[in-house]
């Protein structure tokens, strides 16, 4: 088993982590019936439509 020769300081430990647990911008793409941004594989909130057919009746 190895065995530690030097202390990583707290701000190294840090600074390496941060790149590691990094966020991503989360993948948009456009609503094919409103034009509206969305995520991917979710329901269109602007037009309730979801992969050709309509899920949910938006009240207006």
């Keep these: 088993m190895g065995v ?7 701000a190294k430990n840090r600074q390496r982590r941060a ?3 990094k966020l991503e911008s989360p993948n948009l793409m456009e609503c094919p019936q409103c034009h509206e941004i969305k995520q991917p ?3 269109c909130s602007a ?4 992969d050709g057919r309509k899920v949910i ?4």
């Design 4 to 10: 530690q020769q030097h202390r990583r300081s707290k």
């Design 47 to 50: 037009c309730g439509f979801y």
């Design 57 to 60: 009746a938006k009240t207006e």
């Design 41 to 43: 594989h979710r329901i």
């Design 19 to 21: 790149v590691v647990m």
